[in-house]
């Protein structure tokens, strides 16, 4: 009863339009008030819940994702991307891809992926004959990308929260990416082949393709330098997102001279701005957390589950129906902050690999992105391509379906999660 009582109040208050930061910190604090303790836990737990060193990598990544935006860094690489498989059939779907896969690797956002190269691969598939629907929809999915492949920061939430090595998670987000821009990739070049809905590029010479991959060098270096140095053990996530945000600096100040001054600072708001954000959410979500652990609801989840269930399959398909759910009303942060700390002891219990359990989560809160109402990414492709949301969401459906199959092949082969961590 107690359980049902606060979800139905927590989705009360999520409804009612108020901020889910405070929806979750307002109940949090009422429930301690009902158990008859000190409001004092609130300040404690809003201080512990950001005094933690790997939290830092959350605003630097950002700030390193928001000055790669501001330098124009998107246009390099799909430019050098489009001058190799641009002429193939839905080649400028899969120059999009790739451009979106390599951005997220520098990013670890997918907002920032979806905006930098939307706004320059939209104009350039719509003047190649390239249907609106599909070009938008192919931008949201491929955006969702930058919470995938590393660095991500779901990823480093999801490694404070249940104290998973960050590194490992990172190299296990690797093989699913690569899963979804082939799968993205393989419908993109069938659709173009079947509806004929695309005019077909001139293929580029070879001094085109070298100085457009030379003028996108630097940025792939970059790529490199995130994932290899941290896959090689020089430096850990949190040190790398300090590199990678002077790297960025350097890069877009030195190197290909596209950040003014003005467009710093710009970057620097954002970061402020969303590092706020996320940051009160996570607070929020710490105080909920340690109300519901001392109602026991974690307890209480665990129990239930041991009793009607004893499969990791029908867990993990409960699991998956619930993130589905709430995705059509949480962006993917807060049913990260919610569900896992809800969860994770049954995980455990249930023996399944808590690294793999966190790449099946975050791409699971992916499709959270591209459904609507509140799909963040379907709305940032909305502002960039100027166009009707109803379009977007047209676009974006074939893509969700590829992202379901992708969770099934994760669930049947867990290797393309865990090989590159565990299995080199």
């Known amino acids: 009863m107690t359980l049902i009582l606060i979800v139905g109040l927590l989705l009360l208050l999520l409804f009612s339009g108020l901020p889910v930061a405070f929806s979750l910190a307002g109940l949090g604090a009422a429930m301690l008030v009902a158990k008859g303790l000190p409001l004092v836990m609130v300040a404690q737990n809003l201080h512990g819940a950001i005094d933690n060193f790997v939290l830092l ?27 190799w498989v641009g002429h193939w059939p839905g080649g400028l779907g899969v120059a999009t891809l790739l451009s979106c896969g390599l951005f997220s690797a520098i990013s670890g956002s997918s907002v920032a992926t ?49 104290e998973e090595s960050i590194g490992k998670l990172f190299l296990a987000g690797i093989g699913p990416g690569l899963l979804l821009i082939v799968l993205f990739g393989a419908y993109s070049i069938l659709n173009a082949a079947f509806t004929g809905d695309y005019e077909r590029m001139p293929k580029a010479t070879w001094e085109v393709r070298r100085r ?37 600096l350097l890069l877009t100040t030195l190197v290909l001279r ?16 969303t590092s706020v954000v996320l940051f009160l959410v996570v607070i929020g979500a710490k105080i909920f957390g340690k109300a519901v652990t001392l109602y026991q609801v974690p307890a209480q989840v665990a129990q239930l589950v041991d009793t009607h269930v004893a499969d990791q399959t029908v867990f993990l398909l409960i699991v998956a129906a619930i993130l589905l759910f709430i ?12 569900m896992v700390p809800v969860l ?55 893509f969700i379906a590829l992202m379901l199959l992708s969770v099934g092949l994760l669930w049947l082969i867990p290797g393309i999660a865990l090989y590159i961590p565990f299995g080199l």
């Open 114 to 162: 979806a905006a930098t190269v939307g706004t320059v691969a939209i104009p350039e598939m719509t003047k190649r004959g390239y249907k609106q629907p599909f070009v938008l929809g192919l931008l949201a999915a491929g955006g969702t990308l930058g919470i995938l492949i590393p660095p991500s920061i779901p990823l480093i939430v999801y490694g404070v929260i249940t």
């Open 327 to 338: 995705g059509l009303f949480l962006e993917s942060l807060s049913m990260l902050l919610i």
């Open 57 to 83: 990598a959350v605003p630097l990544f950002l700030l390193m994702s928001n000055i790669l935006l501001r330098g124009g860094v998107g246009r390099d690489l799909f430019e050098a991307v489009q001058s």
């Open 344 to 398: 994770f002891p049954t995980v455990l219990a249930l023996g399944v690999d808590p690294v793999w359990f966190g790449i099946f989560f975050v791409v699971l809160i992916e499709i959270a992105l591209i459904t609507p109402p509140v799909g963040l990414n379907l709305f940032v492709i909305q502002a960039v391509a100027r166009t009707p949301l109803g379009v977007v969401v047209r676009g974006v459906s074939p």
């Open 258 to 273: 596209t950040l003014t001054w003005a467009a710093f600072k710009d970057a620097v708001r954002a970061t402020l701005s």
């Open 212 to 248: 457009a991959s030379w003028r996108a060098m630097p940025t792939a270096v970059l790529a490199v330098l995130m994932v290899g140095g941290i896959y090689s053990g020089a430096f850990t996530p949190t040190e790398a997102s300090a590199v990678g945000a002077v790297a960025a």
